[in-house]
Structure formats: structure tokens, C-alpha cells
């Protein structure tokens, strides 16, 4: 840990809160263009790229043989109807919640510290919620029909049904999608201008000078840019609360104990919040190791995110601990059983994996030595995401597979192509992030000049 900057010879208060000032702007600038400028990369990101590839065929190859033969050849059953389609759905959309909240809301609020780490969340959400849109399309069951989804003029007349759960998720995330899309390209405009006039070669020049739009730096196009951001920032803050609230009333419009519950928005958006977090700090802690970003992503930096995950799990924690109450104080049988059933039925083993990792590890988080120490937060974060994704696992498939009718009672054990779609994901996702950094920004050169500016003329 002697490559960090001074963490040890140094009180915690002393440590920059942002941005080293030493910095000037052009070696700033000069810092974060070499990433996207220069032809290679390094090693270790051609091998996740060359293991990201491999994924890809496999998903591929999944997908093609679940359209041949259809979804038998998952693990679904006349109980469990809903597997890891909507349980990968529903970890891939929470991963993309951070990427918003860092972007907009701490934008809104003013708040420094999301200037260096905003543009990579921005791209993880995009890349989540791709990944989470293919498992709907594959869960209808023949995806090639998509389109029955979306209220267009047809000669039959036949509309959506709009009560229907999914018909809500189709609007929610199709309008977060475009929404944070937006707001991505707009704030990566004016580094795409500052790529164009850096580049050498005539390609690069060429593809970043379409991506600029013509940006010049002017008053006036300073002044469109401001309103439209701040425009696209207001549209995405509630989002963040209604995407995951309404991928959570599809369990909770349901009659099924353990769904039927109304704690399920703020709980659902909290833990999206709480793993799109974790998988921040996944992709910062490394990336700024490699690049040698340290004193652009500061420990401050993992810091206020580690707090931001503390005080989510925390909710979390108090959504676990509700679930239970309300199953105990309802008088209800089948909501007791269910809960009972999840702790020592035969998947106890994933309820109190999930407790384990989203409840009592991050609990270490109110350690300020463990909430600068990277490879422990790495750890952690890693831990916390593979907690979210056993905490859907539990939510669906506990709740499904003993319902109100013991005769249909039934185990949901999930095959080979279960598992190869949801690993395909995971490649699809690595590689997009790979292509990501090689050629775009991965930190927003202007507003790090920004604030440097700020830091160095003492503007608060």
C-alpha cells in the first residue's frame, strides 16, 4: 500500500478531498487522454478482453439453442415459472442504478467528489441494463415477437394489456436507458472535441470529430451545454426511484407469499443502490491501479462511496429484518411458512449466504481504515454483489417453489444453459467496459479542469 498517496504518514483529514491541486491542466489533460489515444492497452485488459470474447460465443451459442428448442431447456418448472431469467434481470438493472445516482443527483447536490468516477458509472449503466434487457426477451419465449410489447398502430387493433407487470417494466427501463444515454453522450461531447484536436491519426480525427458534433468550446455552446445537462440530470433523478420500483411490483402486484408486500420499492431501490455501488468500486479499484489514476481517484473517493454502500446495505439489512416481521405479524400462515421455509427450507443455504454478505461483512465498512484500504473494499464490493444476486435468487425462487398447494410443490435446480446465458452476460458486459476505456474517456476532462480551477483561484 506505499503507492498510495501518503495514506499512512498523514491524517485522514488531510488527504485531498478531490483532486491533487499540484496537478495543471494540461498534464490533466495530457493523463487521461493518453488512455483512450494510445494504441495498446495494458496486458491484463487484453486478457479480460480475449476471456470476455470467449463468454460472448457462449451466450451466443445459449441463446441460439434456447430459440431452437425453446425455454425447456431451463430449469423451469410448474411451480417456478420465473428462474434466472428475472432474477439476472433484476441484479443486472440494480447494477445500473449507481451509474445514475453518482451522475445526476450528486450533480444536482453539487457534490465535487463525483467528478472522476461519474463518466465510467454512466457507462456501467448503459452496459447493465443492455445486459438486463436480453432476459425478458428471452423469458417471453419467442423473442423475435418483441415488438407485441409496444403500443403501435396495427390493423388488428390489439393494444398491450397495461395492466400487466411486464408491459410496465418495457416503459420503465426503455425511458431509463435512453434517458441516462443522453445524459452519457452529453457530458462525453466536449472530451470527444478535446480527442479530435489530440488525435493523430486521420480515423481517430475523423470518428471523434463526428462524435463532437462540431463542439468548438464557445460561449455559446458552453451555455446549450450547462442547460441541457442540468435538463438531463433532472429527468434522470426520479428514475433512479422508479425503474427499480416498478421492477419491483412485479412480485409485489402478485398474490404469492413473500412477493405481496409492500416494503418491496424503497427495499428494491435501496439494494439496487447498495450493488450498483459494489460494482463501481469493482471496476474503480482496479482501473485506477492500472492507469496510475491514484491521485485522480483519491481514497477519498472510495471513501464516500464506501459510506454511500454502508448506509444502503443498512437498509437492506432493515428490509431483511421487515420481511420477516411482517411474515410473523400478519397472522398468516402461508407468509409464516414462507419465511420459514426460506431459513431452513432447502435453499437456507442461499438466505443466510445473502445475510452473510450483504449484512454482516459490509459491516466492516464503518472501519475507516478498511473504507481507504483498496484490496479489502475490492473484496468486499465483490462480496456484496455476489450477496444481491443470491438475495433475487431467494426472493423468486423460495417464494415459488412451495406456494398454496403442496401436490404442486416442486425444486428449481437450474441447468447448464441457466447458468452459460447469465456467464455470457457477465462476458458481454467486461467486453463492452474494455472497449469503453480503450476508446473513450474513462474521466471527465473538463470537469476535472474545472474544479482544478476552482481548487487553485480558492472558489467554493
Known amino acids: 500500500m506505499a503507492s498510495e498517496p501518503a495514506a499512512e504518514n498523514i491524517g485522514y483529514r488531510e488527504i485531498e478531498a478531490v483532486i491533487d491541486p499540484s496537478h495543471d491542466y494540461e ?51 410448474v411451480p417456478v415459472a420465473w428462474g434466472f431469467a428475472i432474477i439476472n434481470f433484476v441484479w443486472w438493472i440494480g447494477i445500473g442504478h449507481a451509474g445514475t445516482l453518482i451522475s445526476a443527483i450528486l450533480y444536482l447536490f453539487r457534490q465535487e467528489w463525483r467528478t472522476t468516477i461519474n463518466r465510467f458509472a454512466e457507462a456501467m449503466t448503459i452496459f447493465a441494463v443492455m445486459c438486463a434487457g436480453l432476459f425478458p426477451l428471452l423469458h417471453i419465449g419467442r423473442p423475435w415477437l418483441f415488438y407485441w410489447l409496444l403500443p403501435y398502430p396495427n390493423v388488428m387493433q390489439m393494444w398491450p394489456q397495461f395492466r400487466s407487470p411486464l408491459m410496465w417494466d418495457v416503459f420503465a427501463v426503455s425511458t431509463y436507458f435512453t434517458v441516462s444515454l443522453l445524459f452519457w453522450f452529453t457530458g462525453l461531447i466536449p472530451d470527444f472535441a478535446t480527442l479530435r484536436d489530440r488525435a493523430k491519426s486521420k480515423i481517430a480525427r475523423i470518428g471523434y470529430g463526428m462524435a463532437s458534433m462540431g463542439w468548438r468550446g464557445s460561449a455559446r455552446h458552453w451555455q446549450r451545454y450547462e442547460i441541457v445537462y442540468l435538463l438531463l440530470a433532472g429527468l434522470s433523478t426520479p428514475l433512479v426511484i422508479s425503474v427499480h420500483s416498478v421492477v419491483s411490483l412485479d412480485f409485489a402486484v402478485s398474490s404469492i407469499p413473500g412477493w405481496h408486500t409492500t416494503i418491496f420499492p424503497p427495499y428494491f431501490v435501496a439494494g439496487a443502490i447498495y450493488s450498483g455501488f459494489a460494482m463501481v468500486l469493482t471496476l474503480a479499484i482496479p482501473v485506477r491501479s492500472l492507469f496510475g489514476l491514484k491521485d485522480l481517484i483519491t481514497l477519498n473517493h472510495l471513501d464516500n462511496m464506501s459510506k454511500v454502500m454502508l448506509a444502503t446495505g443498512l ?89 398454496f398447494l403442496p401436490s404442486s410443490w416442486d425444486m428449481y435446480i437450474p441447468t447448464f444453459w441457466d447458468w452459460s446465458i447469465y456467464i455470457g452476460t457477465l462476458g458481454f458486459f467486461f467486453f463492452l467496459m474494455v472497449l469503453f476505456i480503450k476508446f473513450l474517456p474513462i474521466i471527465s476532462q473538463f470537469e476535472v479542469r474545472e474544479l482544478l480551477h476552482k481548487k487553485k483561484h480558492g472558489h467554493h
Not at 495494458?42 to 425453446?70: C, D, E, H, N, Q
Not at 465498512?365 to 468486499?380: E, T
Open 315 to 403: 437498509m437492506v439489512l432493515y428490509g431483511y429484518g421487515m420481511e420477516a416481521f411482517f411474515a410473523w405479524y400478519s397472522g398468516n400462515e402461508y407468509e409464516r411458512y414462507m419465511m420459514w421455509n426460506r431459513m431452513t427450507g432447502p435453499y437456507w443455504w442461499g438466505y443466510w449466504a445473502l445475510i452473510l454478505c450483504n449484512g454482516v461483512i459490509p459491516q466492516l465498512l464503518w472501519l475507516k481504515k478498511v473504507r481507504i484500504s483498496p484490496i479489502p473494499l475490492l473484496i468486499i464490493s465483490i462480496i456484496i454483489n455476489i450477496g444481491m444476486w443470491l438475495e433475487r435468487f431467494e426472493i423468486v425462487v423460495t417464494s415459488l417453489h412451495r406456494d
Open 27 to 77: 498534464s490533466v489533460t495530457e493523463k487521461i487522454s493518453r488512455i483512450s489515444l494510445t494504441p495498446t492497452l495494458p496486458k491484463s485488459l487484453y486478457i479480460v478482453a480475449g476471456i470476455s470474447l470467449v463468454l460472448i460465443g457462449l451466450l451466443f451459442t445459449s441463446v441460439f439453442w434456447l430459440v431452437v428448442r425453446g425455454t425447456g431447456i431451463w430449469g423451469l418448472n
